[in-house]
């Protein structure tokens, strides 16, 4: 019978050796010797200080920050432990009296738009987290945001270009602009009117 177990036994101990831990390792070193920021989360600094991931949404709320797509990622959004979409289809009416409600939210708060509201301002993401938005979405709310930063929407509708990134490899997406960084920019260099 050990004839037989002690084949499996060291089989079993020579792949846990390899795949649970010098594979792992390996791959860690790999990843923090080529993209140390990316392999350590896209962290953004402010100040001295970590305030974010690029890779993950934050829920701005206040009328002089650009708004991130809603968020289905846990019982309140944006928590980045419970990422993950609703699962609503669309003929479910749970799915259209939220995007009723959220709709007329969106033109509470941003009463000075009057075209068709962007997709992506009332849907949330599969993950729930994504912290971009379509230029789109991003014009649209910058009649809010302009009237609550220096220079007006010229001026944010400015940094707006500047911030936004194109498909990638000129194929793939669309234009699109990072919440988190174009906020930071704002602050940067269009203060909020206090």
Do not use: C
Not at 26 to 42: D, E, H, I, K, M
Not at 46 to 68: C, D, K, M, V
Not at 171 to 183: A, H, I
């Amino acid at each position: 019978m050990w004839k037989e177990l002690k084949p499996a036994l060291l089989i079993t101990l020579v792949f846990t050796v390899l795949t649970g831990l010098i594979y792992p390792l390996a791959v860690t070193g790999f990843a923090q010797a080529l993209f140390p920021r990316q392999a350590n989360g896209s962290l953004v600094q402010s100040a001295g200080r970590t305030i974010g991931s690029e890779l993950i949404a934050q829920n701005f709320t206040r009328p002089e920050y650009f708004h991130p797509r809603p968020s289905a990622a846990g019982s309140n959004g944006f928590d980045a432990t419970s990422s993950g979409a609703s699962n609503l289809g669309p003929l479910n009416p749970a799915l259209a009296s939220r995007l009723k409600k959220d709709a007329a939210a969106w033109r509470a708060e941003n009463p000075n738009y009057k075209g068709d509201i962007p997709a992506d301002a009332i849907t949330t993401s599969g993950s729930g987290l994504d912290p971009e938005i379509s230029l789109a979405n991003a014009q649209a709310q910058s009649y809010r945001v302009g009237t609550h930063r220096t220079g007006g929407r010229d001026k944010v509708l400015a940094l707006l270009q500047r911030a936004a990134k194109d498909r990638t490899f000129g194929v793939l997406g669309e234009p699109r602009v990072n919440v988190l960084e174009l906020n930071l920019l704002l602050d940067k260099e269009a203060p909020a009117v206090r």
